[in-house]
């Protein structure tokens, strides 16, 4: 009979504390994915709220409150102090642990649990960030707003967006390997290869978040640990084929059930789940992109013909950073106003067609919410008026011919004769 595992005293505190960490990370997965049990998911991350403000204000001693869950950054303050007290409690479990069960010497089922678990995870993630890649939903083409911001204007992370969504083809091609690397982790057989993928394409994720400042940096990271660890136990074997030239045997395959029965209902339950996961994936994410693609009744490139601040008209001076050039409307949900200097300025916006007002709104100041009213004359002309960062503006505005761009209208060329670099 063979004889049974024995992990050394440092691999089962290791594989303790992974365990209690990565279930803390990933949870309430698989329940977000569940159509009904959104608010179960909801519950636990709000669940967390308490615990984090708590240790911020008293553990860390924070100078500035968190007091509620982030929106639309992954790497808030909130997150950190979330990872902080993952860690501790992680930490505290697995000494906790390795102190009441002095008697297991290895922990090889369990671990095969957790590794699927951890392979179902990120490849759950894996498929759905590739998705609203290949359906560009993510980095959507970009629109005369930002083609008309000076490329000195753009933040790293604004740059980094206009260059994925201007190619639809570098989309795919991205997308494509994510839902690869995702779809070959929910095999047992292909799971390496699977995290090998995976790692090579979230390798570059990672990197381009650090290198552009996109606030999904510590997601990024737990993302790619997650692939290595679902690779960790083929690394020796990695490394004899790939490093060091040498022979390796075959990994086994240990069934998670005893019975075969449960087995194989496990499995066929699996691909079921995968096809109707990829297949609502494709149609939620399809569903997103129509419902964004509502042009506002104000959309247009409107050029400032008279403006006035204060009651005082100001010419159409290129060193007056105050003084609106254009303004540029798509979607009914945001808005972008050009200065006179080249500087854009974008505003989420709330419109209101029958009170003819929009509400503006910034990210970073939730409680500052100016509303600008809006008046047509005719087709052609848009004035804006009301009260903006303590100035009142009155601005009358012609609409101007759609622009057309280099970036977007140069195309693809197999043959050139000469770089066209500019």
């Excluded at 057989?189 to 996109?214: P, W």
């Excluded at 012609?398 to 140069?410: E, G, I, V």
Aim: hydrophobic share 45%; aromatic share 14%.
């Amino acid at each position: 009979m063979p004889t049974a595992p024995c992990w050394r005293p440092p691999t089962r505190f290791l594989f303790r504390f992974a365990l209690i960490y990565l279930l803390l990370y990933n949870l309430p997965f698989p329940l977000s994915y569940i159509p009904g049990l959104e608010r179960v998911a909801d519950w636990y991350q709000r669940a967390w709220n308490p615990v984090v403000v708590w240790t911020g204000a008293h553990v860390l001693h924070l100078s500035y409150p968190i007091t509620v869950l982030p929106e639309g950054s992954g790497d808030t303050t909130w997150n950190y102090v979330q990872v902080m007290c993952n860690f501790a409690i992680a930490l505290a479990g697995a000494i906790a642990w390795s102190l009441l069960d002095r008697r297991s010497v290895a922990y090889p089922r369990l671990f095969d649990w957790l590794r699927t678990y951890v392979r179902f995870s990120l490849g759950a993630t894996m498929i759905s960030y590739g998705v609203i890649k290949v359906i560009q939903l993510q980095f959507a083409a970009p629109g005369t707003d930002r083609m008309i911001q000076p490329l000195g204007e753009m933040s790293p992370m604004g740059l980094l967006w206009t260059f994925m969504g201007m190619s639809y083809g570098y989309n795919l091609f991205t997308g494509l390997g994510e839902m690869l690397g995702g779809l070959l982790l929910f095999f047992r057989r292909t799971a390496l290869l699977g995290a090998v993928v995976s790692i090579g394409v979230l390798g570059h994720v990672f990197v381009l978040n650090m290198c552009y400042d996109v606030p999904v940096k510590l997601f990024s990271a737990h993302l790619l640990l997650m692939a290595m660890f679902v690779a960790l136990p083929d690394g020796r074997r990695l490394a004899n084929v790939l490093l060091l030239n040498r022979p390796t045997d075959a990994a086994p395959l240990r069934p998670l059930f005893q019975r075969a029965w449960l087995h194989r209902g496990a499995i066929v339950l699996r691909n079921l789940l995968i096809l109707a996961f990829v297949g609502y994936s494709l149609y939620d994410a399809n569903r997103q992109l129509k419902a964004s693609d509502v042009r506002s009744p104000l959309a247009g490139v409107w050029e400032v013909q008279q403006f006035e601040l204060d009651g005082q008209p100001r010419p159409p001076l290129v060193t007056d950073e105050l003084r609106w050039q254009r303004v540029v409307i798509t979607y009914p949900w945001s808005a972008a106003f050009q200065m006179m200097n080249g500087a854009r300025r974008a505003y989420r916006t709330t419109l209101d067609p029958e009170r003819r007002t929009i509400e503006l709104g910034k990210w970073s100041e939730p409680n500052w919410k100016p509303v600008l009213t809006y008046d047509r004359p005719d087709d052609e002309t848009l004035v804006l008026t009301g009260d903006l960062d303590g100035h009142h503006i009155r601005a009358v505005a012609r609409r101007a011919p759609p622009p057309t761009f280099l970036l977007t209208s140069r195309g693809f060329h197999w043959v050139s004769e000469y770089p066209f670099n500019r």
